[in-house]
């Protein structure tokens, strides 16, 4: 009796599956290099709101709204645009894909630039510690 269930089960799911129909192209899609570009800002804009959504919020940015008036976009030319591309798993994962490439060398990009800072902070307080040690004044022994 289980081996019955389980074969319906899968009947059922295979031929569920069968008229999954694939969004028509929107007359406004958004380019891929225009989607790789909003999308990049799109996680930046996440990754901001994670650090301090509180002065976002207080200072009345609607991160959304700037995203797509920077691009040109509306929301709804937005969300078409991105079921049309996610209907291709391939196109999609290489859209990711180069979006992740840009996140990971801006990321790369700023941690060499702290490395740069570290080394002038210590440049700095190692000058800064050699002369200190030749304006202290010499006591003498004798005095």
Known sequence: MKHWIIILVFMLGFFGCQD?????????LISK???I??????????????????SIISKGIKMDSLIYKNFDVDSIQFAKSNDFYAADVNVYMDIFQKVEGRLTGMQ??????????????????K??????????SVKDSLI
């Open 127 to 136: 000058k800064s510690d050699t002369i200190k040690l030749k304006t202290e």
């Open 37 to 54: 570009d909003m999308l990049t800002e799109a996680y930046l804009a996440n990754a901001a709101r994670s650090v301090d959504n509180k």
């Open 108 to 125: 790369k990009k700023m941690d060499s630039i702290r490395e740069v800072e570290i080394e002038l902070k210590d440049s700095i307080s």
């Open 20 to 28: 999954v129909k694939q969004p028509e192209k929107p007359k406004n």
């Open 33 to 35: 290099d225009k989607m």
